[in-house]
């Protein structure tokens, strides 16, 4: 499951279970849930809309959110790194990650940025693994 903006797993575990578990391993590798978005919730209330359970963690790891505002400071634009658990309409649960190459990719001629990028890369692939 890759795509040119992210990537994830599938994972054989209820909902509640994987969002526990991407908590826990962001929590291990040093980032914080800024932002929590219950992408399903929303669009019932907004639009009478169901869906399959669908949730959105804004993460943050404070030292790269500080090296990357000092190197880039418009770079909070591209913030924070999202994750998100869903279920699709067969019940599969994924965990799936915002690609940190492809989007701080955006931004040329940084090289402290592309140095951060490969290393927000490395830490949210090890989030990934621990799910």
Known sequence: MVKNYGYGKIVKMSFEEAVAKVRDA??????????EIDVAA?????????MPKYLILGACNAPFADRA???EPSIGLLMPCNFIVREDKK??????????????GLIKKNPKIA?????????????????
């Open 26 to 35: 962001l929590k291990a590798e040093g980032w914080g849930v800024l932002t």
């Open 42 to 50: 929303t669009l019932k209330e907004k639009l009478n809309k169901s």
């Open 69 to 71: 505002l000092e190197a």
């Open 91 to 104: 019940g599969v649960i994924r965990v799936e990650v915002l690609d940190a190459n492809s989007i701080l």
């Open 115 to 131: 140095k951060l990028k490969k290393e927000v890369r490395t830490s949210t692939d090890k989030v990934l693994k621990a799910v």
